[in-house]
């Protein structure tokens, strides 16, 4: 028996055939460039104390700002929940410089000079309070919340905490307020909101019992400057899953 060798062209067909099932080679993923410096940054460290705690007062406690604006032309404003400051700063490396005090970069975040990690606001939306607040709001309530009685049991009625401060659910009350900072904060010792129906604000306590939120008015007759002590208990609430 004999054998004849291939045609050299018939054999460089049957090598391209054979190559035109390899799969191509996959192309790495670009880079994902770094957020501008130049841009609105909030203090993550707060809103993730925020969520395991549900204390305002704990989450911004000795932190150095809720948000930072900061704008191209070396201008920013320091936000605490509450009011604004002004200050400068400028880029020096890897670190910023806000007020003379190093902020470094790194990983697409911001350190203080505490530790607190600020990253960019993104899709944050910014009222005139700032992104802070509205991260907050929905850091402390996320979901639905059903009502409850006073011993514990669900009653049907769900509210909802929107992010901008609206309120729905409630059969008066249309707007609500966290105290993140200022003088409602040294009125109390905890924490506190308030439910506005679009004439005189209403002040509650508020504390975080066994993953419940509890809302407790006012005790009446306390003097001029005195701290706000919890009364009655106004509401329960509790998350529905």
Known sequence: ????????????????????????????????????????????????????????????????????????????????????????????????????????????QLMSPGGARFVPAGDVAAGTDGAFRAAANTAMFPGRWEVLTARGRGTGQIVTFHPDGSLQGTNKFRHYRLCLAGDCLAQTRGDSLRLDDGGTPTTLLLSRDRGQY????????????????PGVVYMRLRAVH
């Open 1 to 108: 028996m004999s054998f004849r060798l291939l045609s050299l062209p018939f054999a460089s067909m049957l090598l391209l055939t054979a190559c035109s099932g390899v799969a191509p080679a996959q192309v790495e993923p670009a880079p994902v460039a770094p957020p501008p410096v130049a841009s609105r940054w909030i203090n993550q460290s707060a809103l993730d104390t925020l969520r395991q705690t549900g204390s305002p007062r704990q989450a911004l406690a000795s932190q150095p700002a809720a948000e930072l604006l900061l704008q191209p032309d070396g201008r920013a404003e320091r936000g605490d929940g509450e009011r604004w400051t002004p200050v400068r700063w400028q880029r020096d490396g890897e670190r910023l410089l806000i007020d003379q005090q190093a902020w470094p970069l790194a990983g697409g």
């Open 214 to 229: 509890v809302f407790r008015q006012v005790r009446a007759g306390a003097s001029a400057g005195a701290l706000l002590q």
